[in-house]
């Protein structure tokens, strides 16, 4: 008996998290709020004139000339000369470089350190988020402006390395950010769908983690470039910057001893600071708007956040003995969580379950009663706090509870393929259908960009979608739930799979699309001889589809018969009481009248038709 703990989806989770917003039209939205047009126009132009200096004036800006000191506005000095002689206009635009440069140093470096460690930890959590998290408590616990001084004293004046220092000061405030929205993104059912479908963590970071940070990152970043302005400015007014360098803090150094001959000396790094810093501040704000961060972005819904499990003790589950065809065998499998107190809940209680190719096993039961969890163990994807264990969890002879993760990866995608509950949630709102389909077929079954552009095509339509091409193309909130449900029917069979988990696959649809997502699936497994394993608490669903059932309570299976005669003579009173809550005085399908079509969804299905790739 040895024990799995792999990460997954199934782990509790605050309900409507949000969502990677969608990218597109963010510059335009930019571009439409004039506060951002001026503030960006703002910050290019100081860009601009720090970048022409030595062509907007001939003077230096530390040349001091004694016998020239505050001389007036006007002439040789266009904004005359500060208390040692030096040219204002040449500071102003030479130290508007320092302030860039320091600016840009204090983002590169607190980037560098604080993104790939707050992916990591947000991601993998366990040890390495522990440890980078003490280290992040730790750094901002430390006094900045002690440790600047400290570092300065030590190491020489230096604006750069003040900046750098300070870089690393601020790096936690990136690492918390960063972390808590891949947290957040960790838990979608878009990213369980990724992992389901085989991609490995990289890719998985890459493609779905990355561009959600990316936007939080950009409104810090631009938003730490105005911070580091003010903190660079307080240094060098306080002696630390570089003393080769023209400032805007320096300036204001300057200016402050000659306040009373020449107060207006004070006036042009203020406001060369002022402008700045508010500047970054409004078009940081302008960005949130921009890219739909902080409270307007669109919201996804996610799994419910769980409860732990009755205790209390339930009939003896029946086990048998798996068949040596079996694709799938599952023997005395159980699954357990600590709890708080000390003690282990146990969720999944000794299931034991066999399934043969070109077979669909149903799993009901109600809400609570184990059946997602036995799904997620046989995909492996149970939270790491979950303790697995089974007599025997094989498939097609293979042992999955050796496999490596990697292995098991692997599998996933590949050879085991899985339809979620909640078709909207599992695609990633910012990629377009097309991306989502090929990218498991280009991984697993290393096809070029044309071949699996080609089978994805000829998979929409074999799922019954009648625009293929227009579908491809799209992105997900432009299509309807059925669709989307039937596109990931098609991305689960994508890759040829010989085992298909579907955990509620209608239970988000109508009834009529259920109906035709039924037929669809029922021809799919006869085409393709696919084992089914259903998790579903609809009987509907059950006798449409199962060959066989297992009927779940508290963790259980205490009933395993052919569907026709769990139907016609249940012999376990749970079993009796679920059929007599659900089917009484539900009308039958046929009785269903007929649904006015929609005219966003396909034609029912040709039952008959086979021509998808195989
Ligand atoms: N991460 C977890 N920690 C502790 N308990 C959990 C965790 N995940 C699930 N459970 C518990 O496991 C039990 C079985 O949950 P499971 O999701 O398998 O039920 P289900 O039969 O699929 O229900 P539903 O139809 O509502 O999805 C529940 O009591 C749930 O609270």
């Known amino acids: 008996m040895s024990v799995l703990s792999d990460s997954g989806p199934a782990g509790p989770a605050p309900v409507d998290a949000v969502a990677s917003p969608p990218r597109q039209g963010a510059v335009r939205r930019l571009l439409r709020s004039p506060v951002a047009v001026v503030a960006l126009v703002w910050v290019l132009l100081v860009a601009l004139l720090a970048a022409l200096a030595p062509l907007l004036t001939s003077a230096s800006p530390t040349a001091s000339q004694i016998t020239n000191a505050l001389a007036p506005m006007g ?72 440790v600047l001084l400290v570092v300065l004293a030590q190491f020489g004046r230096s604006t750069e390395l003040g900046m750098a220092v300070f ?7 990136v690492f918390r950010l960063v972390r808590a929205s891949v947290l957040a993104v960790r838990e979608e059912l878009f990213v369980d769908a990724a992992r389901v479908s085989g991609l490995s963590d990289g890719r998985i970071m890459r493609r779905h983690v990355l561009p959600v940070v990316i936007a939080p990152t950009v409104i810090q970043a631009s938003q730490l470039l105005g911070i580091a302005i003010v903190i660079q400015a307080g240094l060098e007014f306080l002696g630390l910057g570089s003393p080769n360098q023209a400032s805007w803090g320096g300036m204001l150094s300057d200016a402050f001893q000659n306040i009373y001959a020449e107060p207006r000396l004070l006036l042009f790094p203020g406001l060369a600071i002022v402008l700045t810093v508010t500047a970054f501040s409004l078009l940081g704000n302008a960005l949130r708007d921009a890219l739909g961060v902080g409270g307007r972005m669109p919201r996804v819904r996610r799994r419910a956040t769980v409860v732990a499990a009755p205790d209390s003790d339930v009939p003896a589950p029946v086990v048998s003995e798996p068949p040596g065809d079996a694709l799938l065998a599952v023997q005395d499998l159980r699954v357990s969580y600590p709890k708080g107190d000390g003690s282990v809940s146990e969720v999944v209680r000794g299931v034991s379950l066999a399934l043969r190719r070109g077979e669909v096993l149903g799993l009901v039961g ?47 995608g590949r050879r085991i393929g899985y339809i979620p509950q909640e078709p909207m949630s599992n695609l990633v709102p910012s990629f377009r259908i097309g991306s989502q389909l090929t990218e498991p077929m280009r991984h697993h079954l290393g096809l070029s960009r044309a071949e699996a552009r080609r089978r994805a095509l000829d998979l929409l339509a074999r799922v019954g979608i009648q625009d293929p091409g227009r579908v491809f193309d799209s992105y997900p909130h432009e299509i309807s739930g059925g ?27 109508d009834v009529t699309v259920q109906a035709e997502v039924l037929d669809l699936l029922r021809s799919l497994v006869a085409e393709r001889d696919l084992g089914v394993v259903l998790v579903t608490h609809d009987f509907g669903v059950v006798a449409d589809l199962c060959d066989t059932v297992a009927v779940m309570q508290e963790g259980r299976i205490v009933e395993e018969a052919p569907a026709g005669r769990l139907f016609d003579a249940p012999e376990h009173e749970y079993t009796r009481m679920l059929l007599s809550s659900t089917l009484e005085n539900s009308p039958s399908r046929q009785d269903l009248p007929p649904a006015v079509p929609d005219p966003d969804e396909p034609e029912p299905l040709p039952l008959s038709s086979s021509g998808g790739p195989r």
């Open 483 to 509: 669709m989307a449900q039937r596109v990931l029917i098609a991305g689960a069979v994508s890759c040829d799979p010989e085992l298909l988990i579907a955990d509620e696959p209608t239970t988000a649809l």
């Open 75 to 146: 002439g040789a000095n266009l904004l005359g000369t500060d208390g040692i002689g030096r040219d204002v206009l040449a500071q102003l635009l030479y130290g508007a470089r320092t302030s860039i440069v320091g600016g840009v140093i204090v983002v590169v470096v607190s980037l560098a350190l604080g993104l790939p460690a707050g992916i990591v930890a947000g991601y993998y959590r366990g040890r390495f988020d522990a440890v980078a998290s003490w280290i992040a408590n730790l750094l901002m616990a430390l006094p900045a402006i002690i």
């Open 167 to 173: 870089g690393v000061i601020i790096a936690p405030g």
């Open 366 to 412: 109600e809400s609570g009663s184990g059946k997602s969890q036995t799904a997620f163990a046989v995909l492996g994807l149970l939270p790491p706090t979950a303790r697995t264990s089974a007599e025997r969890l094989t498939f097609d002879g293979t042992d999955l509870q050796r496999l490596s993760p990697a292995e098991r990866n692997r599998l996933r």
